[in-house]
Protein backbone atom coordinates (compact mmCIF):
# COMPACT_ATOMS: atom_id res chain seq x y z
CA UNK A 1 0.00 0.00 0.00
CA UNK A 2 1.70 3.01 -1.05
CA UNK A 3 1.35 6.20 1.16
CA UNK A 4 -1.21 8.24 -0.56
CA UNK A 5 -3.46 5.19 -0.53
CA UNK A 6 -2.55 4.57 3.42
CA UNK A 7 -3.26 8.18 3.88
CA UNK A 8 -6.99 8.09 1.96
CA UNK A 9 -7.77 4.76 4.18
CA UNK A 10 -6.63 7.13 7.55
CA UNK A 11 -8.96 10.02 6.26
CA UNK A 12 -11.74 7.62 5.27
CA UNK A 13 -11.60 5.53 8.53
CA UNK A 14 -11.32 8.71 10.58
CA UNK A 15 -14.77 10.27 8.65
CA UNK A 16 -16.64 7.00 9.36
CA UNK A 17 -15.99 7.42 12.91
CA UNK A 18 -16.86 11.28 12.89
CA UNK A 19 -13.39 12.30 13.29
CA UNK A 20 -13.25 10.62 16.50
CA UNK A 21 -9.63 9.18 16.74
CA UNK A 22 -9.91 7.55 19.73
CA UNK A 23 -13.03 5.43 17.57
CA UNK A 24 -11.35 4.63 14.71
CA UNK A 25 -8.49 3.20 16.92
CA UNK A 26 -10.91 1.17 18.40
CA UNK A 27 -12.60 -0.11 15.24
CA UNK A 28 -9.40 -0.92 14.14
CA UNK A 29 -8.37 -3.12 16.70
CA UNK A 30 -11.34 -4.79 17.02
CA UNK A 31 -11.11 -5.83 13.05
CA UNK A 32 -7.89 -6.46 13.69
CA UNK A 33 -8.74 -9.27 16.39
CA UNK A 34 -11.04 -10.86 14.28
CA UNK A 35 -8.87 -11.26 11.55
CA UNK A 36 -6.01 -13.08 13.91
CA UNK A 37 -9.00 -15.66 15.14
CA UNK A 38 -9.62 -15.63 11.60
CA UNK A 39 -5.77 -16.13 10.83
CA UNK A 40 -5.61 -18.97 14.03
CA UNK A 41 -8.91 -20.69 12.66
CA UNK A 42 -6.91 -21.56 9.35
CA UNK A 43 -3.78 -22.21 10.79
CA UNK A 44 -5.75 -25.03 12.96
CA UNK A 45 -7.69 -26.25 9.95
CA UNK A 46 -4.02 -26.49 8.21
CA UNK A 47 -2.81 -28.39 10.86
CA UNK A 48 -5.46 -30.75 10.74
CA UNK A 49 -4.52 -31.55 6.53
CA UNK A 50 -0.92 -32.08 7.88
CA UNK A 51 0.56 -28.53 7.17
CA UNK A 52 3.31 -27.70 9.81
CA UNK A 53 2.04 -25.95 12.91
CA UNK A 54 3.38 -22.59 13.35
CA UNK A 55 6.05 -21.85 16.40
CA UNK A 56 5.05 -18.18 16.98
CA UNK A 57 1.90 -16.37 17.48
CA UNK A 58 2.68 -12.96 16.39
CA UNK A 59 1.19 -12.54 12.80
CA UNK A 60 3.73 -9.26 12.19
Do not use: W
Not at 21 to 34: Q, T, Y
Amino acid sequence: MSFRSSEAAIDEIVASCNGDLRGALKALLLVNEHLEAEIAQLYAAAVQYGLPERRSTAFH
